[in-house]
């Protein structure tokens, strides 16, 4: 019996062990390839095969291999090939998910020279100030933005004037007007919601229910990084109001109703008001022409609760385009000159894609001034902050929404929500 | 004699009204789980024909109005129009063809071997395969990634089969089948001189049919249905598989329902196809194959 | 005294043959099972975060002691219990009893079988895909259920209520693998002798007691077979509570231990900790089946 074991554990041994001497080593000289993962948007698809295209011309030894995945696998991909040292040269996600990499040292800080700047601090000067704050450590630079994206409130003004109401003068301005107008604009049969005032965006709650806890003067993490969920009294309230809004206050919606972002621009009767991005004029435009070209939507500022004592708006957040630090100089190079030439054009992807890289001469550009209601967004950002980043943010993301179901759907008194969000995330913040 | 045949009759008679009284409750309840299972499948189907609209309608109407095949060219178009869903449904019948074929060899000469073989440690070995039933594959899911990196076979039909040679309930399943197969029919080939690869490939092999059957049909499908490795190890467009197609087009910003369910509609096809080829072989393959003892 | 030592040699062949044809599949079990859960056991006493490039801190126990004084890791047993035992134990009762109505009856029993057996034909996330429409609150969940008790207009909160959440999940598992145990139990019913049953009759024995006294001492490998693969099934399940949190199911009701592990080690990085968890469930498992192999052994019937 005993021997057989140990046969296996030999066995074991034997099979595995030649598999995990040495990594690979890749040639400084000669060809070049870069892998470049990123998430599935068709539009950006379509530009950046051509910039591939036209990079490679001009770099005849190199050589880009784009992949795409999935928006909300990309995090495990990622992840998972760092985690056995195969992570691809180029990738971007979303900040909350990129810091990790920064702080633990596994992306390589962005070679100016390369990416087409004369020096670091030129690169900084270009782009919006604060704008490359979260990937900023110890002075140094890690990542490039693809994207620097805030979210206001779209509303369908056909809907509005369905329920008798006029988007111009009517449109929410409070969160209190916000549950008041969606009252007023549900349709539903007996508890069944067939048309929604408005929909949260559920799963991101740090980008867009945080900041409404800071209009109560509550915050998520004290100033002094020391202790999580400050402020009772706003936390309450806050958790009140969305106890109001669900299934067993109000019933104006739940997170298991679909995404208000993908029906609005079916423009179906069924949903009035949507929290989105600049990005979704581009897709209404692409999934609905006849809407777009209407003029039957518009963009609101982000509410404010009426007894705020902070006029917040929803965070911004940011992708950023980072680079693999256990990579050869060569590649690395190589693979800031590519980030840096596909950053060139940063018109186009406003253009085609909807989507803001902060450099100052872009958002200073006519093309953005021209963009509709781009001067919501602008005033939204000024109002907001980035969004919570930090090697936690995911599980910290998950016990606010854990909190929130809680009140929501299970029918947990907000005051009881309140104290186990606080100890988790407590524990959470002592154990980082 | 008039008297007993009249007395016997009301009792037959009450007999068989229980008779069919219970037919008719069976008859029911099979026709219940009959709508219950069958009703998801066909939403999916007449849904995919039908303008999302229609789709969340109150109440659903089952027969659509015309037939709506724009879902289907999105759906196989897919939202960049490059048609990669044809080669992911490609990919994943090579995967789960091949592991359906290792799966059944492999476990077949494993199951022989810990059957009819007595060696020392035998009876451990295959408490130790049955006890890898137990591992989750979350569990073991990086450990196995860095195994497959190492061996620079991410990314490859290699890297996607060859975790799935074999399994432990094949193994299982195999060994069941061969312990109560006939030791005189090995014994006497043995005495005619043949070799033992000779007696499982003549002999063992051939007579274990339906248990393969069965086996091949569940190892078709679990791979299949696999998500959460290919996830990891399929990168490219062109190496990915059908689960990763339909996660990726449900996820996508501009989906309708009307062409998710086209996308699972079409992705439920080859697995139907063979299903009801099969189906003679595999239902009335497994009644053998338990039938064995009789 | 010769023929000892023949048979001895003719033994020891044989059992070299019966190595050499368990060799392969050792091999590949070496490396892709007992490997990584070796690894897993290991990772397990340190404290580890997947993207580190620092050794990690060994911490011996206290990852273990850590989730064992959890109230999350706690849930998570509970949520995985509930849903075992609420799936397992129907599934088996259902599969045993449809079978012995299908092979019952004379006719249809191949379109039953068929049409059970169907949804275990399509792959999860095409599943999923289908029964997250149905218990959308405009989805056929609500009508069918408003039209069968008449409360018109009632949202039955499936995917958004705690208790309905979890019910909605055993549903679908429920629906998927039902066929699937039929026809296992098929087959073993027919692998009873006909002889049998004559012989009852013969001797006047009712249905019921057929199938108390016959069907189901003799039934016994094929229960045993089917309620601990349904159960390893319902303990590993990881698919359908995923993608239901996927789409805004609240995650605690359902938050099982498969679940737990994935989100510990994958989007908050603590593989050491996630290792530890899937220890305990390997454990559980382990136990479990241990157990029924046992209870099962015990009162061996044979024929």
Known sequence: ?432 | MQLVQSLKTPIRSLKTAQITWQKALIWFLLILLTIFTLTPILYMFTASAMPAKDIMKMPYRWVPKGFEYENFVKAIKGNDGSFIFLRNILNSLIVAVTCAVTTVLLSAITGYGLAKFRFKGRNLLFMMIMATMMIPFEAIMIPLYMVVTKLGIQNSYTGLILPFLVNAFGIFMMRQYLVTFPTEFLDAARVDGMSEPGIFTKIVFPNCKPAIATLAILAFRAQWDNLLWPLLVAQSENMKTVPLYIVKFTTEMNTDEGAMMAVAAIASIPMFVLFFSLSNYFISGTAVFSSRKG | MRQKTKTKSIEKHLSHWGITFVLPSIVFFSLFNFYPILNALYTSFFKKKVLSLAAPEFVGLKNYIYLLTSANFWNSIRATAVFTIGTFLPLLLASLIFAVFITSIKRGNKFYQMAFYSPAVLSSVVSAAIWLLIFDPRGLGNQWVNNLLGTHGTDHNWLADAMMVQLSTMIVYFWKYIGYFIIIFIAGLASIPKSLYEAARIDGTSGWQEFWRITLPLLKPTIVLVSIMSMLQCLKTFGIQYLFTQSGAPQDPINVITMNIYNTGIRDHRIGRASAMSIILFIIMLVFTWIQFKSSKSDEVEY
């Open chain 1, 1 to 432: 019996m005993k021997k057989i074991l140990c046969a296996l554990a030999i066995v074991a041994l034997i099979a595995v062990s030649p598999v995990f001497a040495g990594g690979q080593q890749e040639k400084e000289d000669g060809p070049i390839t870069i892998t470049f993962w990123t998430h599935e948007d068709p539009n950006r698809t379509e530009i950046e095969e051509r910039y591939i295209a036209e990079f490679e011309a001009s770099h005849p030894n190199i050589t880009v291999e784009r992949v795409t995945q999935s928006s909300t696998k990309i995090q495990e991909l990622v992840l998972t090939a760092f985690a056995a040292n195969q992570g691809p040269d180029i990738f971007n996600m979303s900040i909350e998910d990129e810091y990790a990499y920064i702080v633990n040292g596994r992306v390589a800080p962005v070679d100016a020279e390369a990416a087409g700047y004369s020096s670091t601090s030129s690169l900084v000067g270009s782009y919006l100030e604060g704008s490359l704050d979260p990937v900023t450590l110890d002075g140094k630079v890690y990542g490039l933005p693809l994207e620097l994206t805030n979210w206001s409130l779209y509303i369908n003004k056909k809907v509005f004037k369905d329920a008798g109401l006029n988007p111009d003068t009517d449109y929410p301005k409070t969160w209190e007007e916000v549950a008041e107008v969606s009252e007023k604009l549900v349709i539903r049969d007996g508890d069944i919601v067939t048309r929604r005032g408005f929909d949260f965006r559920y799963p991101y709650y740090l980008v867009s229910m945080v900041p409404m806890v800071e209009q109560l003067g509550g915050q998520l993490i004290s100033d002094d990084g020391k202790k999580a969920i400050v402020g009772d009294e706003a936390w309450l309230s806050f958790l009140e109001y969305m106890q109001m809004w669900g299934p067993n206050g109000n019933n104006l919606g739940s997170p298991t109703y679909k995404n208000a972002r993908k029906l609005f621009n079916k423009d179906n009767n069924d949903i009035a008001m949507a929290m989105t991005g600049l990005y979704q004029q581009g897709r209404i435009r692409a999934d609905n022409q006849e809407f777009y070209d209407s003029g039957e939507w518009m963009v609101v500022p982000f509410p404010v609760f009426e007894n705020a004592v902070n006029d917040t708006a929803a965070c911004y957040y940011g992708h950023y385009y980072m680079v693999n630090g256990q990579k050869s100089a060569a590649q690395q190079k190589a693979s800031w000159e590519f980030i840096g030439y596909m950053l060139s054009h940063g018109e186009e992807y406003l253009k085609t894609v909807n989507i803001i890289q902060p450099t100052t001469e872009l958002l200073e550009s006519e093309t953005y001034k021209n963009m509709p209601y781009s001067d919501v967004f602008s005033a939204d950002m000024e109002r907001g902050h980035v969004v919570y980043f930090g090697e936690e943010s995911a599980k910290l993301q998950e016990l606010i929404k854990g909190a929130v179901e809680s009140v929501m759907l299970s029918g947990v008194a907000p005051q009881k929500a309140l104290a186990t969000l606080r100890a988790e995330a407590q524990e959470l913040l002592d154990d980082m």
